[in-house]
């Protein structure tokens, strides 16, 4: 039910045929799975930008998140 609003997933656990990457295929949002010590890596709070496609992760501040129109 959250992986809807969801801008995408990072998950330290599974394999690209586990039912996180697949539902996130099924709804288009990325995902990057199997990614060893992201929970001790990322704390709440964390802002970060990832690349579904190459499976970069890269930590960032909120300034460098925000969009400016």
Known sequence: M??????GLLVERGSLL???SIV???IGIPGI???TG???WLKTGDWVEF???TGVIRKITPE???ISA
Do not use: I, M
């Open 2 to 7: 959250l992986f809807s609003s969801a801008a």
């Open 64 to 66: 460098e998140g925000s």
């Open 18 to 20: 586990s039912h996180v």
């Open 38 to 40: 992201l929970t001790r």
């Open 33 to 35: 799975v199997s990614v």
């Open 24 to 26: 996130c295929r099924e």
């Open 51 to 53: 690349d579904g496609s």
